[in-house]
């Protein structure tokens, strides 16, 4: 069966990969947390396992995975999916501020669902994951809610003196 054929039976390959891109992003941020988050191995992970799942439907449908390839490529590809499934947003800035995480917190909390929030700065010291905590204090890595991944080589007297020796800061 041909994509072509596919998308005239009614089938939504789009929807049908944005809900598994989803799905999979939740099963995949069931075990992140602030001491493994690293946007790499997500990315990596996310690939598999959708590809994965992909497969599978494939074969349900008579369909191939280059059908599906295809689809992935006019959406984005698998990057532009696993933001959109992963609710990231991703920003290279010259340099990080403390006004800035402080800045993008308070617009995107909600109060009624988060506890705070968590900056994590990687090993490199150039990607600075913000996501929000939920009321347990557990980190909301699974697409429910937003976060943002910055990217900067300088971070600003502030957010130094914030972070110190250590590479987490909680935001309450």
Request: charge should be neutral; glycine fraction near 4%; charged fraction near 30%.
């Amino acid at each position: 069966m041909s994509l072509k054929d596919i998308l005239d039976d009614g089938l939504d390959l789009k929807e049908s990969i944005e809900k598994i891109a989803k799905e999979t992003v939740k099963d995949i941020g069931k075990n992140a947390n602030v001491k493994n988050i690293d946007a790499g191995k997500i990315a990596n992970a996310f690939k598999a396992m959708l590809l994965k799942k992909l497969s599978s439907i494939g074969k349900d449908i008579s369909s191939s995975i280059k059908d599906y390839n295809q689809i992935i490529q006019e959406m984005g590809g698998f990057t532009e999916i696993l933001k959109t499934a992963w609710n990231l947003e991703e920003k290279d800035v010259d340099i990080l501020t403390f006004e800035m995480i402080i800045s993008w917190t308070k617009q995107n909390f909600n109060q009624r669902e988060y506890s705070g929030a968590c900056l994590i700065r990687n090993k490199s010291k150039t990607e600075y994951n913000l996501f929000f905590l939920d009321k347990n204090d557990n980190p909301l890595l699974d697409g429910s809610a937003k976060h943002i991944i910055f990217y900067s080589k300088k971070i600003d007297d502030d957010l130094k003196m914030q972070l110190s020796d250590k590479d987490m800061l909680l935001i309450k």
